[in-house]
Structure formats: structure tokens, C-alpha cells
């Protein structure tokens, strides 16, 4: 089965800075890969969506990246708030909509 | 607020009791899913509906039977849970069950946080 890890459990960044966090999988590759958001007692949110013939997908200050080879997903966010803090998760999607979730990263951004 | 509503937001039953979780969307989605995730877990797929069918069912328990009544509406019905059966359970819906030409992003209602005693 697929296996998505998310490198850091925890992330801790300087309001202002680029917030990078990473996602491998494991198996075969997805038909997409998508990032979430969730808020502690909440739904996640979706955030964005990249295909398989996909390399980058931008969104105001989000960004996120999809490398193939190296079985990678990388998600940007740019000019870091403190609003910006919560759980990203990433999720493997495949061509009859199972998703499967990462462990997420919680991101802190400090003023 | 989502688009997607789940009710009730808490639940407190015991191992004998029958209770249904509710869920609904009025966005025209055609499919719709339960996820359960425990704490500082990722969410876990339950089961799948795909055009008011049962699409996946992920070798979940027959104490929990999942019910989809018409194209807005998902139920989740609860029956001699076990206390490590407590955790978060979302519904989520997307505008179709893969379609991968488009994507279908997964539009999560907030939980009914269920705690089995």
C-alpha cells in the first residue's frame, strides 16, 4: 500500500521567512498529489492539487512542486505569518480517489 | 464555516448504545467519504461513495455501516462500538470519485468528535 512521509513532524520559522516542508511516498506514483490544512478541532482545508505531468502549481504565496524521480512533493509557503501556523498534511490521491494522508507537519511561525 | 455540515459535533455513547452520525453538502458533489483520525494522526479513509454506491469500504467493522441516502446526505451508523472505536470522524465530499483529468480536492466538514465509554 502507499506510504507518504512527511520529513518533520514539527516546523519552527521566523515570521517573513519561506516555510518549506516535504512529502515522499512511497509505491507507485499518484495520479495527483494534494496539500491540506487543519486547525486544531477542525476539517482539513484544501490548499492545492498537482497531476503527475505536473512540476509546479502557485497560488498567492503557496507553492508546491512535484518531482517524479524523487518521488517528492515540495510545499512553499512565502513571506511566513504567524496566521500561517497549523498541521499541513499531504495526501496521495490515486486514479479512483483513495487518498492517503502523511502524519503532517505542524508549522509554527513566530513574530 | 464549511461547506460540508456534519452533525452532531460531539458524541458520548456507550458500547451498548446505536447512534448515527450526519452528514450533508449541498455542492452538486457526486462523491462522498468517512474519514476517522485520531488524535495527532492523519485522517483515515472508512469508506467511499461514488454516485450513491458503495465504492470502497476499507475493511472497516460491520459496527460501522455507512449509509448514503441520496446525492447529499451520508450517514454513518454506530452500533456496539468499542472504547478504542473514540477519535474524529470527518466526511468529506469531492465533485466526482477520481476523475483525475481534473483533480477532485476533498471538501472536509469539521468532525463529530465521538467518544465511546
Known amino acids: 500500500s502507499q506510504k507518504i512521509e512527511q520529513n518533520s513532524e514539527a516546523l519552527n520559522i521566523q515570521e517573513g521567512k519561506t516555510a518549506t516542508l516535504t512529502c515522499n511516498y512511497t509505491n507507485y506514483s499518484p495520479a495527483y498529489l494534494q496539500w491540506y490544512r487543519q486547525d486544531p478541532g477542525r476539517g482539513p482545508v484544501f490548499l492545492l492539487l498537482?497531476?503527475?505531468?505536473?512540476k509546479e502549481k502557485r497560488k498567492e504565496r503557496l507553492k508546491v512542486t512535484f518531482d517524479t524521480t524523487l518521488k517528492q512533493s515540495l510545499f512553499h509557503i512565502t513571506a511566513s505569518q504567524p496566521a500561517d501556523s497549523a498541521t499541513y498534511l499531504c495526501?496521495?490521491?490515486?486514479?479512483?480517489?483513495?487518498?492517503?494522508f502523511g502524519d503532517g507537519t505542524t508549522l509554527t511561525v513566530k513574530p | 464555516d464549511t461547506e460540508v455540515t456534519q452533525t452532531p459535533k460531539h458524541l458520548v455513547m456507550g458500547m451498548t448504545n446505536k447512534k448515527s452520525l450526519k452528514c450533508e453538502q449541498h455542492m452538486g458533489h457526486r462523491a462522498m467519504y468517512w474519514y476517522k483520525q485520531k488524535a495527532k494522526k492523519p485522517p483515515e479513509l472508512m469508506f467511499v461513495y461514488s454516485y450513491e454506491k458503495l465504492s470502497i469500504n476499507e475493511s472497516v467493522p460491520s459496527r460501522f455501516s455507512p449509509e448514503c441516502p441520496n446525492s447529499s446526505l451520508l450517514n454513518l451508523h454506530l452500533h456496539a462500538l468499542q472504547p478504542e472505536d473514540s477519535a474524529l470522524y470527518l466526511c468529506?465530499?469531492?465533485?466526482?470519485?477520481?476523475?483525475?483529468?481534473?483533480?477532485?480536492?476533498?471538501?472536509f466538514g469539521n468532525g463529530t468528535r465521538l467518544t465511546v465509554t
Open positions: 495526501a496521495s490521491t490515486t486514479n479512483a480517489g483513495k487518498s492517503t
Open positions: 498537482i497531476r503527475e505531468n505536473e
Open positions: 468529506a465530499s469531492s465533485p466526482t470519485g477520481g476523475a483525475p483529468s481534473r483533480g477532485s480536492p476533498l471538501h
